[in-house]
């Protein structure tokens, strides 16, 4: 893929939250997690782990969309993002604790959301949840926790992106608040 090409994936990928009753291929939720396990991982400890919810899965998530403000209904497939604290320990230490696998987990967003968007899937990802119902719902044990949901669908509606600044409004060189090198 060419710089120009990545770039325009990019720039193209939007928040999507309505999304057609098309399902989503077990192959395709597959391949969209081993997009995330490519991400970066701190200490390479590769502490994530990943719940999906598919087709087979509608009325388990009709029942945990009550508990996600913002969405309204149901999508297609759930990937739920966890952190399995006692992987993270033993291979970040203590200074990876709290911060880098949750670094981790967000960067394995990315690349799912960029890989949904570049298999023709919308994708939202939601940071606001009710913990203790996740962790029951997915029947987590105590030392994974999770950390974020991407929804999963067809996209119903076009996505649209809000503006952004001239790049040179957010960047610095040398010291903040130099505009040139």
Not at 154 to 175: D, I, K, S
Request: hydrophobic fraction near 45%.
């Amino acid at each position: 893929m060419e710089a120009t090409q990545a770039l325009k994936l990019i720039k193209g990928r939007r928040s999507i939250r309505r999304f057609t009753d098309k399902e989503i291929s077990k192959e395709a939720l597959t391949d969209l997690v081993e997009a995330a396990v490519w991400a970066p991982s701190g200490s390479n400890a590769q502490a994530w782990e990943f719940v999906i919810l598919g087709k087979k899965d509608k009325e388990l998530m009709n029942r945990m969309v009550a508990f996600l403000p913002g969405v309204s209904e149901a999508p297609a497939a759930m990937i739920w993002l966890c952190l399995d604290r006692a992987k993270e320990k033993a291979k970040a230490g203590k200074l990876g604790l709290d911060v880098m696998g949750v670094m981790d987990i967000s960067m394995a967003a990315q690349n799912i959301m960029l890989m949904a968007h570049a298999m023709g899937l919308g994708s939202c990802v939601i940071g606001s949840f009710n913990e203790s119902v996740t962790r029951i719902a997915l029947k987590l044990p105590e030392h994974v926790t999770p950390e974020l949901l991407l929804i999963l669908g067809y996209p119903a509606e076009e996505g649209f992106g809000p503006p952004r600044p001239p790049v040179q409004q957010n960047m610095h060189w040398r010291e903040f608040g130099a505009k040139d090198i």
